[in-house]
């Protein structure tokens, strides 16, 4: 009988976006396809004879032009010829075969079949737009708020049967402790009895309490099924002005369990803002710290959904700050008012809002004027006192010593100035890479007025074309991991032999990136996302670029946020075995889409000398 | 009567002729697996058989056949290899039916096996057994051929040896599931390509040329 071969099932089941099929489709596929052997001398032929099938490559490495972009390097898992399949535009298909490989050629009939399944489509037709597939972008929560009720509820409902006497219903609540109870029969939720209910509708009126419960409750109350979220509980407890929802099963309808105001301002106070305002509140350091050792407690149990790692940087910058400036606070009240106005400034990841647990903390302070011995002495001891408690409450000390308690960075605004117009004269390889941190600048505490000069006295300087042509050099000094044939390129010595570090390699290619068209732009703010929504087209990066920009860079910090919680690690070194096929795909995109980045920013800002 | 002699002493038959001069691109080929309750050819069982069909460096997927065969005796360990239950081979065909059907491209193609020699034996017995007429079919083995390359490459056979499994990765080809016939099958025939255009690369030679590489042979059935 005709048949299906397995592997041709494992290659489809394995590979993004087929794996988004059901089964049966991929089935079909696998049994109508043809498998080629194509090689430089039958490419022409081959490809003739199935131009309009969507190839996917098994094995080979293939240089390839099929539509009006520009030539992909492709090996396996990589697809071409969906251009011609999903434009309707007849583009030859020009193979350079690099080395010789196996294709599976799957007919335009399956291909537009599997097109009926949204993630299907949406690969492809993102594939085609050359932008990254990134649903979720759009959508980041806040944590708490989205958290499904089954995470919540933990209880079984105390309930109670229709015939039950009030008094036993009173009883049971009492005995529970909790301030309703449900009515229900045959396991069918059918009204709630709370405490108002037994107040007004009982006490106040004299009724009998032997009488049936059926008789006071709230008959066919609001609920929710347990898949709903405590925004949904919210809402629903606002609309109806009530404090008590049931939970039911979401099939079943069988009730599972309560959430009750009580629970929703637990959850608020679990929140990641209130441990945060948690540490505004803190009296001495070591409960500042003890506080502080909450944070990543609270975002490696709570951070699970993709927008949850998109503000996670935030919270953690936001976390540092407010340490910062409580630790300076502690300090002043040990040593009184700072002799002059200073201002605490951040560097980095900080500064941009974007650190993860692994980041160390970059500073410095930045001086209303040249400090006497004794003015450099408190400022000595300050930077000292911040630096190492903010060590203690797990931001760690800077290898590098780019902190305030190195004497080279507690600069008075004169000669952080003087500093600029330096790096500005001879901006050597070296150079650049000394002082490209100190780009991304922003002030946490202080007099912010300081900072704000020093941005105004720097803006001339940091645009003009000299510095950036040498930025853009040093931007393209890095590679993304990607070989000629789009394989990954794995970090040396790394534990895991699939890891890459996607920070250096890819999330601090786009910081340098971005920041150099923000300085050309003469835009201030640090944020590598914030500049990018803030640059116009006339920056040379089209909107659509910009956009594409953003959600790579949100994608490669989910996938680096992601490594970090659930390997419970502070490097970036993220596992490719840790992907999913179709982050593969996005990955690989992402990185190219990095790549011709730097190419147009070498051509655009030092005339194509990288 | 040299001919004859070698037939006698080898077992074999001369290459079919209509396809001597064909040059590979054009032979028509069926490559085909047999799953066996024992390496001993004079007791083995057929417990599952694979084909599927192909042509000028291409694989029709459709074309692929896979059939339990319905066996019964001692099964030895071959069918736990195979990934087959007892009810898979209870409710399997008889072999007769498959034999009858591969008979019919006996002479229309070329057979593709790894290690041909296996196999073809095993079908020569059901075919005096099943009292089909005699005939003989030209095969390719990607075996013998990948015996041949590493030779003629290294001047010995790697300690990997040549395998599916060790052959295939030589040309940069993935791991397939093995011991299912219909993948072997399929996996024999990608491995036959990769092979060819190695040796051949403008696809010029014709079967007749290939034979020096020992991996051409006609074997009889019946």
């Not at chain 1, 790692?309 to 910058?317: C, E, H, P, Q």
């Amino acid at each position: 009988m005709t048949a299906t071969a397995q592997q041709i099932i494992d290659f489809l089941q394995n590979e993004g976006p087929f794996d988004e099929l059901d089964s049966e489709l991929q089935q079909e596929i696998a049994q109508h396809s043809q498998l080629i052997y194509l090689a430089a001398e039958n490419q022409k032929e081959l490809i003739a004879q199935h131009k309009d099938a969507l190839f996917v490559i098994q094995s080979g490495q293939f240089a390839v032009k099929d539509c009006d972009g520009p030539i992909k390097h492709l090996s396996d898992g990589d697809y071409f010829g969906f251009a011609r399949l999903l434009d309707k535009v007849d583009y030859n298909i020009n193979v350079v075969v690099d080395s010789p490989g196996i294709v599976l050629c799957i007919a335009k009939a399956y291909f537009f079949k599997a097109m009926d399944n949204p993630a299907f489509a949406q690969f492809f037709t993102a594939s085609k737009n050359d932008a990254l597939q990134n649903k979720a972008v759009s959508d980041s929560n806040s944590m708490w708020l989205y958290k499904p009720l089954h995470e919540v509820v933990h209880h079984t409902p105390v309930s109670v049967a229709p015939n039950d006497s009030i008094q036993l219903a009173a009883k049971r609540m009492s005995e529970q402790k909790v301030s309703s109870v449900l009515v229900i029969d045959n396991n069918d939720l059918l009204g709630i009895a709370t405490d108002r209910d037994l107040r007004n509708r009982v006490v106040a009126v004299g009724l009998n309490t032997q009488l049936p419960i059926k008789q006071i409750m709230t008959e066919n109350p609001a609920y929710l099924t347990k898949n709903k979220t405590i925004f949904d509980a919210i809402c629903i407890m606002s609309q109806y002005g009530i404090n008590h929802l049931p939970v039911l099963d979401a099939v079943t309808k069988t009730p599972v369990g309560m959430i009750t105001n009580t629970d929703v301002s637990k959850q608020q106070r679990a929140n990641v803002l209130f441990v945060i305002s948690d540490l505004s509140k803190a009296e001495t350091v070591d409960e500042l710290v003890s506080k502080a050792w909450q944070i990543p407690q609270y975002l490696a149990s709570s951070a699970k959904r993709a927008g949850d790692f998109d503000i996670a940087g935030k919270v953690l910058s936001q976390a540092t700050d407010i340490m910062t400036r409580k630790l300076i606070t502690f300090f002043q009240q040990a040593h009184g008012q700072a002799p002059m106005n200073y201002c605490w400034l951040v560097y980095g990841s900080q500064a941009r809002e974007d650190q993860t647990m692994g980041s160390d903390q970059d500073n410095a302070l930045l001086l209303e004027r040249e400090p006497s011995q004794q003015e450099g002495e408190y400022f000595e001891k300050l930077a000292d006192f911040v630096c190492v408690n903010l060590a203690k409450c797990g931001i760690k000390l800077c290898d590098g010593n780019i902190m305030a308690s190195n004497p080279a960075l507690r600069l008075s605004l004169d000669a952080a100035v003087k500093e600029a117009k330096a790096w500005v004269k001879s901006p050597t390889n070296q150079a650049i890479l000394d002082f490209n941190i100190f780009l991304d600048a922003r002030s946490a505490a202080g007099d912010t007025r300081l900072f704000e000069k020093l941005q105004a006295q720097r803006k001339p300087l940091l645009k003009q074309s000299m510095f950036l042509a040498a930025l853009a050099r040093a931007a393209n000094e890095t590679s993304v991991p990607l070989s000629m044939f789009q394989k990954f390129v794995y970090a040396k010595n790394a534990d895991y032999k699939d890891s890459i570090d996607l920070k250096k390699s890819a999330v601090a290619i786009i910081n340098n990136l971005v920041r150099l068209y923000a300085l050309s732009a003469g835009l201030t703010m640090p944020g590598t996302v914030a500049r990018l929504k803030n640059l116009t087209p006339e920056c040379g990066l089209s909107e659509k670029d910009r956009k594409n920009l953003i959600d790579i860079w949100l994608f490669l910090n989910r996938l680096r946020w992601r490594h970090q919680l659930t390997n419970n690690v502070q490097d970036n070194l993220v596992r490719v075995s840790d992907l999913s096929s179709i982050e593969k795909h996005q990955l690989k995109a992402a990185f190219q889409a990095i790549h011709r980045a730097q190419q147009a920013a070498v051509l655009k800002f030092s005339g194509g000398i990288g | 009567m040299f001919e004859f002699i070698k037939k006698v002493v080898f077992g074999q038959f001369p290459i079919h002729e209509k396809f001597k001069h064909q040059c590979y691109p054009q032979l028509p080929l069926l490559a085909l697996d047999l799953e066996l309750t024992d390496l001993n050819t004079d007791i083995a069982k057929v417990t599952s058989i694979g084909w599927v069909f192909g042509q000028n460096y291409q694989v029709d997927l459709a074309s692929a056949e896979y059939d339990v065969v319905r066996a019964s005796g001692d099964l030895k360990q071959s069918p736990v290899i195979h990934g087959l239950t007892a009810k898979d081979i209870a409710q399997g065909c008889h072999v007769r039916e498959k034999v009858k059907l591969l008979e019919q491209y006996v002479d229309s193609h070329v057979w593709v096996l790894h290690n041909a020699t296996l196999d073809m034996r095993v079908l020569n017995r059901l075919w005096q057994a099943l009292s089909l007429e005699q005939t003989s079919v030209t095969t390719i083995d990607t075996m013998l051929l990948e015996v041949y390359v590493c030779e003629k490459t290294h001047g010995f056979v790697p300690s990997s040896g040549v395998t599916l499994k060790s052959a295939r990765k030589r040309y940069g080809l993935s791991d397939a599931p093995l011991h299912n016939a219909l993948d072997d099958a399929l996996s024999t025939l990608t491995l036959l390509n990769a092979q060819l255009y190695a040796l051949n690369k403008q696809g010029h030679m014709n079967l007749q040329e290939l034979s020096h590489t020992r991996a051409i042979k006609s074997y009889k059935l019946g």
